[in-house]
C-alpha cells in the first residue's frame, strides 16, 4: 500500500485516517506493508525518528520515505525485491507513491500481480478541472499502462464509481465506503448562545471552496461568527481568502486558527451550530462523519455521497453551489432562535445515529481477499516479513 501522508501526520485530512483506519482493521489473513512520505502535507521537515525508517504498527509495517534521498530506495527496495506481494493498493492516480510502484510492477521489478487504485475523488469534475491540460495530456499516457495488467478501482461511494466510468468506461470498480472508526453515538449537542456559530474544518484549498464560503458571508447582514481550522496549503489561494476576510462586513466575525489535531476535531465541532462546507467534491467526506457525529449539522454541496443523510435531518444540501444561494442558507440560520438551532443539533445527532446502525464498516482488502477465494485465485496466507530494527510505532 502507498500513500504520500500517513500518521502522525493528519494536514492532508480525511484520507490519513480512512487509510489508518483500514490498516489497523484488516483482519489476521492480511498483512500490509505501507510506504509512505516522512513528513506532513506542507511541512519542510521530517517527523522525529522516523525518516528512513521502518516502523512496526500492529500486524503491518510502515516505511518513512524521503523521496529525494537514494538511501531511503536502497533501503526500501533491499526489503521489497525479494518479496512476492498479492495485491498493489494505491491512494491516488497522479502521485510519484503510485506512479512509481505501478510502474515497477509493470516492469517486474516489483512482484505483485494485481493493482487496485483508491483516487480518493481525483476524477470529480471539479477535481480534473485543476489543471485539466496536464492531466489530459498524462492520462493519454496512463491510461495504456493501466490497462494493460489486473488493475482494479476502489471507489469511496457510487458517486464517484460514476466520476471514474465517465473518464475511464473500461473501469472494474468496487464502491466500498471508507471506514470512518467512529463512535455509534453522538456527541448530545449544548446550549447554541445568541449569535450563530459557524465553522469550517478542513484544507483551505479551492476543492473545499472556502473563498465561496467567504464571499456568501459579505452578502449577510445578520450577526455570525465563523471560524476556520485547517492548512492553508496554497499561498496564492490563502491570500485571496485573507482578501475576503479583510473585506466582511462588521456582522461577521472570521478567525483562523490553523490546523486542527485528529483528537480534538469532534470535540471541536461540538461547540458549533452548523459545519458550512460549499466543497466541490468529495469521495467520502470523513470530516462530515465527524461534524455529524457531534450533533453539528452540516451546510454542503450536493457533490458528496452524504445528501441522502443530510436530508434526513443531518443539515441542508445546496445544489445551487453560489453565494447568493449559500449567502440565503447562512443568514437563515443566523436568524434561528437559539431553541431552534438546538432543535437542529438534535436532529443531526438523530440523523448521524441511524447512519452509524446502518454503515457497512467492511475492510476493503479482506472483501477483496474473499471475494478472490470464491473466484477461485485467493490471496496467498500473508507471512510477516523479518523485522527491521526500528522504534516503536506511534500512535496518535
Known sequence: MTYNFFEPGFRAGGPIRSIARLVDSCSEQVFVTLVTGDRDLGEPTPYPGLSGAWID???ARVFYLDPRRPRHWWTLWRTVRARRFDLLYVNSLWSTYSLVPILAARLGLLRVPRVMIAP???????AL????????IFLRWWIHVLRRGRVEWHAGSQLEADAIHRVLPWADVTVRANQAGLPAEPIPPGASGGEAR???????SPMKN???????????STPIRLDLFGPAEDPVYWSRCQQLIDALPPTVRCTYHGPLAPDLVRG??????AFAMPTRGENFGHVIAESLSASCPVVCSDRTPWSGVLH?????????????ALAAELERIARLSPEQRLRARRAAGEAYRRWAADRDDSNILDQVRGRLQGAGDPLRPSRKPARAHAPAAPRN
Open 120 to 126: 480518493r475523488g481525483e476524477f470529480s469534475p471539479a
Open 129 to 136: 478541472a485543476l489543471g485539466a491540460r496536464r492531466k489530459r
Open 268 to 273: 471541536t465541532f461540538a461547540g458549533y451550530d
Open 57 to 59: 504498527r500492529g500486524r
Open 210 to 220: 472556502v473563498d465561496l464560503l467567504l464571499t456568501a458571508l459579505a452578502l449577510t
Open 312 to 324: 434526513d435531518g443531518g443539515g441542508v444540501v445546496l445544489s445551487d453551489l453560489t453565494a447568493p
Open 198 to 204: 459557524l465553522v469550517f474544518v478542513g484544507r483551505i
